[in-house]
């Protein structure tokens, strides 16, 4: 029941880009994205409720197709501070998170 | 106020004790919610309450004992608990309990049984 989540961990260099996917096997009508920096607790990041619809926080931002029951996560230019596990979740259950690692 | 205040932050016990975790929040939600989160793993869903009911349980063993005492309190009563319980464990809250209810979470209790 929980999304399936790809790719398990990235490492980047400041100023790259990544893309995180998380796609369901059942139908997924919401799709919520969340960031846990370590020895912290997850913080809300967006939620995209229609197929097709985009959001973004800071240069974070994701896209929903809901037709596919998957969405992709964005970050652009990334920064240290992006550095974290990154979890999307349908509804209250969560995918199993992708490591992200910014380096200088 | 928009926190989730969870106590204590660290907990050590033993197998035959009995202890509690307890959340707080005052943002006027009414779902509450407990999770079990192991190292590098997500966290995964324990309990549910809605409007201080139960309405979720998602199979978890009779050792946890959860406890809504009113709509901003969330306990978790813990007894004879096994070295595989050490935890982090979390406590959210949301507005309702739909699917497109944005979760804030407490910063946690770090669980260990010896």
């Known amino acids: 029941q929980q999304p399936v989540q790809s790719p398990q961990a990235v490492i980047l260099r400041e100023g790259e880009d990544a893309v995180i996917n998380c796609s369901s096997s059942?139908?997924?009508?919401?799709v919520h994205w969340y960031r846990q920096k370590h020895g912290e607790a997850p913080v809300f990041l967006m939620i995209l409720l229609k197929g097709g619809e985009q959001k973004g926080h800071e240069k974070i931002s994701a896209s929903f197709n809901e037709k596919k029951q998957q969405s992709s996560l964005y970050l652009t230019a990334s920064q240290l501070s992006y550095s974290g596990t990154y979890f999307c979740?349908?509804?209250?259950?969560f995918g199993a998170g992708t490591r992200l690692t910014v380096k200088p | 106020d928009t926190e989730v205040t969870q106590t204590p932050k660290h907990l050590v016990m033993g197998m035959t004790n009995k202890k509690s975790l307890k959340c707080e929040q005052h943002m006027g939600h009414r779902a509450m919610y407990w999770y079990k989160q192991k190292a590098k793993k997500p966290p995964e869903l324990m309990f549910v309450y809605s409007y201080e009911k139960l309405s979720i349980n998602e199979s978890v063993p009779s050792r946890f004992s959860p406890e809504c005492p009113n709509s901003s309190l969330l306990n978790l009563h813990l007894h004879a608990l096994q070295p595989e319980d050490s935890a982090l464990y979390l406590c959210?809250?949301?507005?309702?309990?739909?699917?497109?209810?944005?979760?804030?979470f407490g910063s946690g209790t770090q669980l260990s049984v010896l």
């Open positions: 959210a809250s949301s507005q309702g309990q739909g699917l497109n209810e944005k979760l804030f």
């Open positions: 979740g349908k509804g209250m259950r």
């Open positions: 059942k139908a997924l009508y919401s």
